[in-house]
């Protein structure tokens, strides 16, 4: 496995992002600890996890495997109760309790909020790092105005400033590419993507013209629904391109993520051990440019932007330089 810089941080993790939603939930903790042992002989060290993922189990989970393993580990996890300086605070002591360490190495507010203030949410991650409970601080979902918004806040202070963008991005949720990827490019914050598979809609798993499998995650989540609907011949054709490569659509579809100029590393989250083995190998899956572009026009979710002048020329030129 390819270790990778993260953004400005002079670290280097491993461009697979460990993703552990579903530990404590659909993967038991034995499993998660399989799991777990083989990707580090994978030479996957970075691990990302939640407070609220199974209500706190699965950071308890990880607390309980990654004994002896802790410095072989980069370790991300989120700000759970709001974003708020009291919220920052208690979170980080929550997860650092269930977590069993006294850091983690990388620290992320979940979401934003309408009525957040980025100066008490920047100050509060400062304190976080000051104490020594963080490494890094970083956020989730932010639209790039904000993170640079924050990130200005963070100089003008002398604060520590967000290094990371966790974000979604597949084929089907591409909004990243107007403002996201080309402030990742131009400022080298990091970028990690979740949702690369699209809930499993671009692993293969739901077969088109059937209907999606009743308690499965595609089955619970509408817009998952409408894209298999939407997109069905794109998606027969996705997975007949992976086919005639002896490749799996699942590892297609982390490649065709990986191609994306400023992306740091996609969490792949996993439930068994051969889904780690298959996530693993999908690092070794380099698209052409003819690939990228002919994988990528299976589907019309290019996002349409108004711009004067040159300016959508501008960025696109800029994006791939």
């Given at each position: 496995m390819r270790h990778v810089e993260l953004g400005t941080t002079g670290v280097k993790v491993s461009e697979m992002c460990l993703g552990t939603m579903m530990f404590g939930d659909r993967c038991a903790e034995a499993e998660g600890a399989r799991i777990l042992a083989a990707a580090i002989e994978h030479n996957v060290n970075f691990v990302d996890t939640a407070a609220m993922y199974g209500q706190g189990r699965t950071e308890e989970i990880l607390g309980r495997i990654i004994k002896g393993k802790r410095d072989q580990l980069f370790i991300a996890t989120k700000v759970h109760k709001?974003?708020?300086a009291r919220s920052i605070q208690e979170s980080i002591g929550e997860s650092l309790a269930r977590l069993q360490t006294d850091h983690v190495d990388l620290y992320l507010i979940h979401w934003p909020a309408v009525t957040m203030h980025p100066g008490e949410v920047m100050a509060a991650l400062d304190a976080v790092v000051r104490q020594g409970k963080a490494r890094f601080v970083g956020c989730c979902n932010y639209p790039a105005w904000l993170f640079a918004h924050s990130n200005a806040?963070?100089?003008?202070n002398g604060w520590t400033p967000l290094v990371c963008n966790q974000v979604p991005y597949n084929l089907f949720e591409r909004g990243i590419e107007l403002e996201i990827l080309p402030q990742a490019v131009a400022e080298r914050v990091a970028i990690t993507v979740y949702r690369p598979?699209?809930?499993g809609l671009l692993a293969g798993k739901y077969v088109v013209g059937e209907d999606l499998p009743a308690g499965s995650r595609g089955a619970a989540n509408s817009r998952i629904a409408v894209w298999f609907e939407k997109y069905s011949a794109g998606i027969r054709q996705f997975n007949e391109f992976a086919a005639q490569r002896d490749i799996l659509p699942s590892q297609l579809a982390i490649a065709w993520v990986r191609h994306a100029p400023g992306v740091t590393a996609p969490i792949v989250g996993v439930s068994s051990l051969r889904q780690l083995e298959e996530g693993v190998?999908?690092?070794?899956?380099?698209?052409?440019a003819d690939?990228?572009?002919?994988?990528?026009?299976m589907f019309d979710t290019a996002i349409k932007e108004e711009g004067g002048g040159k300016f959508i020329e501008w960025r696109r030129t800029y994006l791939n330089r």
């Open positions: 709001g974003v708020d806040i963070a100089v003008r598979l699209s809930a190998r999908a690092f070794d899956v380099n698209l052409t690939e990228y572009e002919e994988v990528t026009g």
